[in-house]
């Protein structure tokens, strides 16, 4: 697909190896259901993780162990591998070695990674950019066995089209694609032809870039100057925020000034200090909320 490589350097990927799916929640949720897991199959999640990934794979009776470090599973082969990168919500991005220790001890297993790159395009640190599974540095140009999730809710701003699509090992898209049809997860036609559109067009997706980076600079500036420390962040769509006291404290205390935000134990036991701060308001409320800080 062009776009993976014009904006991802992303090559060697077959039309044949793409899939559109509803909304990439779904495709996450269903992904393990779909590739017929079950309760003697092990799959792996980030510690930190939005919860459909856990979700998924008890929608399909398979076991769920949060890890970031493979070598803490020992013995044990997953069939499924989850990674999320940038992370939501920590913001903070896997690097090309890193990923590429993921790649060959999954390999080596016989697993899927299943990568989760629907911030690939947000990365605000020049030192930390994010990278895709399936860019030549990571796989050299090998997606046997990988899976890269995509999403136009964010940089396209078409979360309500639930317009996504997955992209890789192509016997693996081939195997979801003959089994998403019977299980009526077909995605309309207007909607695939509003993401070729969007996909077509650099131009909008840069804007929207520039959007959410001047919304980051103020509400970041303004979180430091309230006393904050912020963790990772360096890409997507968040500023994974501490006090040093626990969530709730922090979320109640921002409630009284108006400003609502994500407590961190949501996304795992590792959050319990933390919350997570979105750029998704308007530039409006953004600034409301950088000046209530203040």
Sequence with gaps: MTALQRRYGITDVAEAAVLPVIGTKEAIAWLPTLLNLGRDDLVV??????????????????????????????????????????????????????????????????????????????????????????????????????LAIHSLSKTSSLAGYRAGFVAGDPAVVAELLAVRKHAGMMVPTPIQAAMVAALDDDAHEKVQRERYARRREVLLAAVLAAGFT?????????????????????????????????????????????????????????????????
């Design 45 to 146: 999640v980030p510690e930190l993780a939005y919860p459909t990934y856990d979700v998924g794979a008890r929608l399909a009776g398979a076991e769920v162990v949060a890890a970031d470090s493979l070598t803490q599973l020992g013995p044990r082969s997953p069939r499924l591998v989850f990674v999320n990168s940038p992370s939501n919500p920590t913001g903070a991005v896997l690097g090309v070695d890193h990923l590429r220790k993921v790649v060959a001890w999954a390999r080596e297993r016989g697993a899927l990674v299943a990568s989760d790159e629907c911030y690939l395009g947000l990365g605000w640190d020049p030192d930390a950019s994010p990278v895709s599974v399936l860019h030549p540095s990571v796989c050299e140009g090998d997606h046997t066995g990988l």
């Design 230 to 294: 912020v963790d990772h962040s360096e890409a997507g769509l968040y500023l994974w925020a501490t006090r040093d006291e626990p969530c709730r404290d922090t979320v109640a205390s921002l409630a009284q000034l108006g400003i609502l935000v994500a407590p961190g134990e949501f996304y795992g036991p590792r959050g319990a200090r933390h919350v997570r701060m979105a750029l998704t308001a308007t530039d409006e409320r953004i600034d409301a909320a950088a000046a209530r800080l203040i």
